[in-house]
């Protein structure tokens, strides 16, 4: 059976744990909400933990498609994930790992592991307390030895059957570690109705109702509405969902960016609420660090267009962390970066020169499969010929290494074995160590891994570094058979792995910018420390 004492043990005593929960729809920003609040608390001098509890029965989100889940974010020991940790990491100065990222998939896997291994003794295997106590545990586990608050964002919408036993668990813990020992936090939306023009708050009074019967009575309301919320409207939440009306917090949807969001909430109090609940000290935070980040995104001295070239533009989540990396080096330069999405088969059909020429640069993201390749390549050769900077970000980084042996170092069948496996030139090919792999989930090149830089190159000016530590995903690399070649025609190799000797950048001789690296430097970019590479990008874009 589970014991909260023993497991508690090497933790800090006085860790407190808040639960965020969801209702009525799905998206809300619970992400962004567990995050800002992260950030409030981190600078009230608390250490922050989050994690993400996930009902889905995959074991991570790292087969799904993006259609159905947006991008997937790699965390540094190459744990694949949901893009909610990349807010986590975003906002505060939190070191996740894949502890911090739980499905009901890892859940059940565990159980019934510890069931045929005989670690139930006999006992008939059952969702309470069996998987409600592999749930806890893993809730605990979440924290350091030096956390003071946990806290841990469930995901899917109050109501859902497979999100029931999570629910039961959070009810537990409550039981366990006493009610000023955890807060639940619930995000709700309180749709507007045009045709009677008014907010209407029912569906947030069944939500809570929903939780109610469970056992859990929310002790903050977040609030997702378009529309102020009225003292009146506050009044009736309080009464109907028994929480209050201090604790009702208004969460309009912001007008900038999803980075005022610390100091909106800041305005509603809720971090005062949170440290009130726990009896625990509120000192005065100015929150400088907010405040800059917002006052260099409504005073941008400069303007640049950037077009995305890739096959889910359409989804936002899709690429998230290039959008924001984007974002955040315009932050840096002081300048708005918007972002032109551009469908790599439109491009196909339209050619480059109608889709590209009002761009001043050119990103090309990674991905995987072969639709809408040619269109990718065809937006790379524009900017190698017509100057304008470049961006390749894994995937787009082979495909500028083809598009340069076909178009400059006369190899015009260049390919990868991805696209054709029985090509005669195979200038990207499958890693050694991914051949005769069948299993699809968390088998690719994950993770941090150590890239060194060339001396004497553009990556080495952006890094001010030889040695650089970047997250990775992907299967194939550079075939190296055609790198003397490539260097003769203008190729740089500008960056490799030496432990695997595997190709991490590429730099084009002669070009105002151009870049393509094998990793995922977009992991590790912050609204207030940009990352050099795309910094730099941006940067020459303004140029």
Known sequence: MFDSKSLSKGMSRSMKLVFVTGGVVSSLGKGLTAASLGALLEEQGLRVGLQKFDPYLNVDPGTMSPFQHGEVYVLKDGAETDLDLGHYERFTNVALSRKHSVSSGQIYESVLKKERQGQYLGNTVQVIPHVTDEIKTRILSGANDDTDILITEIGGVVGD?????????????????GRTNVLFLHVTLIPFLKASSELKTKPSQQSVAKLREIGIQPDILVCRTERPLEKSIRQKLSLFCNVSVESVIEEKDVEISIYELPLCLHEEKLDQLV????????????????????????????????????????????????????????????????????????????????????????????????????????????????????????????????????????????????????????????????????????????????????????????????????????RYEVNKQWCNLWTEKGLKIAGICRNLDVVEAVELEGHPWFVGVQYHPEFQSKPHAAHPLFKSFVQACIK
């Open 275 to 474: 440290l009130a609940h726990f009896g625990m000290p509120y000192r005065p935070s100015n929150l400088d660090t907010w405040k800059t980040i917002l006052h260099r995104i409504c005073s941008p001295k400069f303007h640049v267009k950037i077009g995305v070239i890739g096959k889910y533009v359409e989804l936002k989540d899709a690429y998230k962390s290039i959008y924001e990396a984007l974002f955040h080096a315009g932050i840096a330069n002081e300048c708005t970066v918007e972002v032109k999405p551009i469908d790599a088969e439109w491009l196909e059909q339209h050619q480059a020169d109608n889709g590209l020429s009002d761009l001043d640069g050119i990103l090309v993201p990674g991905g995987f499969g072969t639709r809408g390749i040619d269109g990718k390549i065809m937006a790379i050769r524009y900017a190698r010929e017509k100057g304008v900077p470049y961006l390749g970000i894994c995937l787009g980084m082979q495909l500028a290494v083809i598009e340069f042996a076909r178009h400059v170092a006369d190899l015009p069948d260049a390919t990868s074995t991805e696209f054709d496996a029985q090509t005669t030139t195979p200038v990207i090919g499958l890693m050694e160590e991914q051949k005769g792999n069948i299993s699809k989930g968390a088998s690719m090149r994950l993770g941090m891994m150590e890239c060194n830089i060339v001396p004497h190159s553009l990556l080495e000016e952006v890094y001010q570094t030889n040695t650089i530590f970047e997250r990775h995903r992907h």
């Open 161 to 177: 059957i497979e999100g029931l036993p999570f629910l039961e668990a959070l009810r537990q813990l409550a039981l366990d570690f």
